[in-house]
Structure formats: C-alpha cells, structure tokens
C-alpha cells in the first residue's frame, strides 16, 4: 500500500489550496478514506474522512463549512479542497486508509 500527498504549500489566511493523495496497492474503491493533521507540538487530529463511494463525509468542527473531502475511485485519488485558510490550519496534512499512512503534506498558513 502506498499513499501519497501533494498539493501543501504557503498560502495567506484567507486562501484556498487542494490537497490530493494518490493510492495504490489496495482495492482503492473499498475504503474509507481519512484526511488527519498535526500541528507543532499538537496530537494529530482527525480533519475528514470520506466513505468508499463517496457518499458520506465527516469533518472536524474546526473546518465544517471550509474543507471539503471528495474521491476519485477511477483515479484512485482523494482530495482536500481547503478554502479560507486560517493561520490555525498550519499543520502537517495526511492522508490514511485502515493503518497506513501517507508522507504527509506540510500547509501553512501565513502572510
């Protein structure tokens, strides 16, 4: 299994990026999919997480109304769109299925 983020940057409070992960190595369309983050010398904490035909969605209350979690089970691709970054979403983004991680994508947020 193999997943991995991209789509982290610098960004001003105020702005939106798109984080992807890309997987592979798993029946991709069979599996709930969970964006988490952490801060500097934070626990890391659950951001979305999305069912296996896209149906259901959950959120963090800190982000309901300014993240959005959405799949692609033909790209085999789940994606954060991340609108009115706020300084306090800096954070180290992953993207994880059943125990396996990703890399991680490092947003931050800053002017």
């Known amino acids: 299994v193999q997943l991995v983020e991209s789509g982290g940057g610098l960004v001003q409070p105020g702005g939106s990026l798109r984080l992807s992960c890309a997987a592979s190595?798993?029946?991709?369309?069979?599996?709930?999919m969970t964006w988490y983050r952490q801060a500097p010398g934070k626990e890391r904490e659950l951001v979305a997480r999305?069912?296996?035909?896209?149906?259901?969605?959950n959120y963090a209350d800190s982000v309901k109304g300014r993240f959005t979690i959405s799949r692609d089970n033909a790209k085999n691709t789940v994606y954060l769109q991340m609108n009115s970054l706020k300084p306090i979403d800096t954070a180290l983004y992953y993207c994880?299925?059943?125990?396996?991680w990703g890399q991680g994508t490092q947003v931050t947020v800053s002017s």
């Open positions: 999305i069912g296996s035909t896209g149906g259901i969605t």
């Open positions: 994880n299925t059943m125990h396996y």
């Open positions: 190595g798993f029946t991709f369309s069979r599996y709930v």
